[in-house]
């Protein structure tokens, strides 16, 4: 319970710093006065990519890549927005875009998993009231479910753990071609690196409470069996 409380104070804190700045950034106008989607278009053709497209979707931060259908998915802020959160999360989302071009190893290891990852979430969510269930009820089986949830956990913590360097190298690929290309003045380029910096906490906060919830399944497991 602790571990939890700590983690969800530590996400909401650095989803709450996220946020704010977003909006800061996205009173900075940008210089280039490019909207997010001319961003992403002209990093891609900068790229040579021609064959991922560029789209509009709903909600806040809901910025993301489809390695399916080859798709930039930017919020309607980032799309139409002219400033610099706009052109940070444009050039990240498509930087994304280039790993999936170069074969990117942590990323095409990263899309190899995410159908098992989403087994293992779900599986999770379902038997977590099981769980506590047979803490009371029957702790031999407890040991049983406790190494399922240990096996599953484990899934879920590769693929944070693997998704780390990926939005890492993400943002890496965006800031370097942002200045290569001339697009953010020097003073923009170290709003858009801040931008993406609170942006990869998001991911590290991620993978280090999936970390601990898997050390927690760990020491149970192996707590309940020293006492058997």
Known sequence: MIIAVVFMLLGLFISSRLKSKFAKYSQSRLSSGMSGKEIAEKMLKDNGIYDVKVTSVGGMLTDHYNPLNKTV?????????????AAAVAAHECGHAVQHADSYTWLTMRSKMVPAVQIA???????????????YSSPKMMNGMLLLFIVLQGAITLFSVVTLPVEVDA?????????????????????????????????????????ATLVYYIWRFTSNNRED
Request: a neutral charge.
């Open 171 to 211: 943002s890496r690929r965006a800031l370097a071609w942002l200045d290569s290309s001339r697009l953010t003045q020097s003073y923009e380029h170290e709003e858009a690196k801040d931008a993406l910096k609170w942006a990869a906490y998001t991911y590290f906060s991620a993978a280090l409470g999936s970390i």
């Open 73 to 85: 998915n930017l919020s309607h802020d980032v799309y139409n927005g002219r400033h610099v959160a």
């Open 121 to 135: 979430s779900n599986l999770m969510s379902f038997l977590t009231l099981g769980l506590a269930f047979l803490a």
